[in-house]
């Protein structure tokens, strides 16, 4: 059953909505590509989508562990390759609290890098993932 629709809008921009809640989000090729570039590009969401998951199983792992609070923050970049075109690199440099201990840093690195994202996508693709405890 789907749980989302999504809709070519014209100008090279789409809205996809869930069915469940009407929640929406937009995509546009970017400006260089013919697009607005008023929104995230489909790229932009695609890397965005395996920060979102590493941080929200690093958020249940931090919390099984007696974090009510994670803090973290990410950010995300992505390279791309041709022929095909392709996104050939996601780095995401994770920004978190320096008060963590050793193991509680193993258990959320290790939750981030086995994601359900992470371990759907092609083994081809160079998942970059990079920890820095500085907040």
Request: hydrophobic share 40%.
């Amino acid at each position: 059953m789907p749980t989302i629709r999504v809709e070519h809008l014209g100008a090279l921009r789409n809205r996809a909505t869930r069915y469940d809640n009407q929640s929406s989000v937009a995509s546009d090729a970017p400006a260089g590509s013919g697009g607005k570039g008023e929104h995230f590009s489909p790229l932009d969401h695609f890397a965005a989508a395996l920060a979102f998951c590493c941080l929200t199983q690093m958020a249940k792992k931090a919390a099984a562990q007696g974090i009510d609070n994670l803090a973290v923050s990410a950010d995300v970049g992505k390279n791309m390759a041709n022929d095909p075109l392709r996104v050939s690199e996601i780095i995401i440099d994770f920004h978190l609290s320096r008060t963590l201990d050793t193991d509680t840093r193993r258990i959320i690195e290790t939750a981030a890098r086995h994601c359900p994202v992470a371990n759907s996508l092609s083994a081809e693709l160079i998942q970059t993932m990079r920890f820095h405890y500085d907040i």
